[in-house]
């Protein structure tokens, strides 16, 4: 038996009516029923790169480097650690939910490093092997954090950015900038200031 992710942790922002104070929704939604057989096999939505040339104008110059920004703290002691306003550098995968990115705003989810993904397990076919919906709900809470590039007012800049930069789900990249809010150890969002992508 293994529990379903459901977009449960750091789940999608909408823009409008659900638009929480500085343009974010901090939930931790965990399924009601989180002991069921499988996991969802749904395929993940991609903005495709025709979307993605359409709103390069709205990605600020220099966000995407080609080193990695020294300093890097995994995601758990980093959201255990680090407050509300403070500058870090965070060390982690794209993934957490079954759609790590959110379209038609600057936001993903990082995972921490130590979660594994289902690819790990040769003998799952899951289709979206970056929900870690093999994984148990509080302990990916604990283990992710919201990543966004936002506007000087500090809501998500409106570009999906889901292949910028070399951006996909699983991908490895580094983050520097500044906590923008933190609710204990279930929520945390980082504005983002410059994002390597490793491998």
Not at 97 to 104: D, I, L, Q, T, Y
């Amino acid at each position: 038996m293994r529990s379903v992710n459901c977009d449960r942790v750091n789940p999608p922002v909408d823009g409008g009516a659900r638009r929480a104070p500085r343009g974010l929704v901090l939930l931790a939604v965990a399924c009601a029923g989180v002991s069921l057989a499988a996991c969802d096999r749904s395929s993940a939505t991609s903005s495709g790169d025709a979307t993605a040339s359409q709103n390069d104008a709205a990605v600020p110059a220099g966000l995407f480097v080609d080193a990695a920004p020294s300093g890097a703290r995994d995601v758990i002691p980093a959201k255990q650690q680090a407050q509300a306003g403070e500058s870090i550098v965070v060390h982690g995968r794209i993934g957490g939910s079954r759609s790590p990115f959110v379209e038609g705003r600057a936001i993903f989810t990082l995972a921490d490093m130590s979660l594994p993904p289902c690819s790990d397990n040769p003998d799952d076919a899951c289709a979206t092997p970056w929900d870690y919906c093999c994984e148990p709900v509080d302990k990916l809470m604990k283990g992710t954090i919201t990543v966004q590039v936002a506007d000087e007012a500090g809501a998500p800049l409106r570009v999906t950015l889901e292949s910028r930069g070399g951006l996909r789900p699983l991908a490895e990249v580094t983050v520097e900038g500044r906590i923008a809010q933190k609710t204990g150890d279930s929520a945390m969002v980082l504005n983002a200031s410059r994002i390597f992508v490793g491998k």
